[in-house]
């Protein structure tokens, strides 16, 4: 739930406008129900990223984690499309990290949750989409899903007040 909650008007506007510039782009590479895929999934994993790396009771919200995961996924996409990592995604990621360890209050668990997230979603559904593979990707990206739930169960399970 914290994927569609904000901290407000202006926590809301950074993320659509993020989500239009950038998902814009990666819905029309990999399509809509793969884009939806690992959109979802990224904010799985940035929940899950969010509770390993600070208290599980703290107040976390916002599309933050699967907005990176998009980030992510657009890194994946420049890859596989030049066999570089040196390109415009990378530096749209390391300007929005960069802000994310430097503003207060900003989930960096979440961040990277997410961004991990995006990048094996993506990784797993571009490289496994035609032919007798084609489930393979979607099948993967579930259980990236699933271990994220894993881990944020066994994390909140286990925590003691």
Do not use: C, K
Request: net charge positive; aromatic share 10%.
């Amino acid at each position: 739930t914290a994927t569609f909650l904000h901290g407000g008007v202006l926590h809301l506007l950074f993320n659509m406008v993020a989500l239009w510039w950038i998902g814009s782009i990666v819905e029309q590479s990999l399509g809509t129900l793969r884009y939806l895929l690992v959109y979802f999934v990224s904010g799985l994993a940035g929940s899950a990223g969010a509770l390993l790396l600070t208290d599980p009771i703290a107040v976390t919200v916002g599309a933050s984690g699967s907005v990176y995961g998009i980030l992510g996924a657009l890194l994946i996409l420049e890859f596989l499309r030049t066999g570089s990592l040196a390109g415009p995604a990378l530096t749209l990621i390391v300007l929005n990290l960069a802000l994310t360890f430097t503003i207060p209050n900003i989930s960096v668990g979440g961040h990277l949750g997410g961004l991990s997230g995006g990048i094996v979603a993506t990784f797993a559904v571009a490289q496994f989409r035609y032919g007798r593979r084609a489930l393979l990707g979607p099948t993967l990206v579930v259980l990236v899903g699933v271990a994220s739930l894993a881990v944020a169960y066994f994390r909140v399970e286990n925590y003691t007040l």
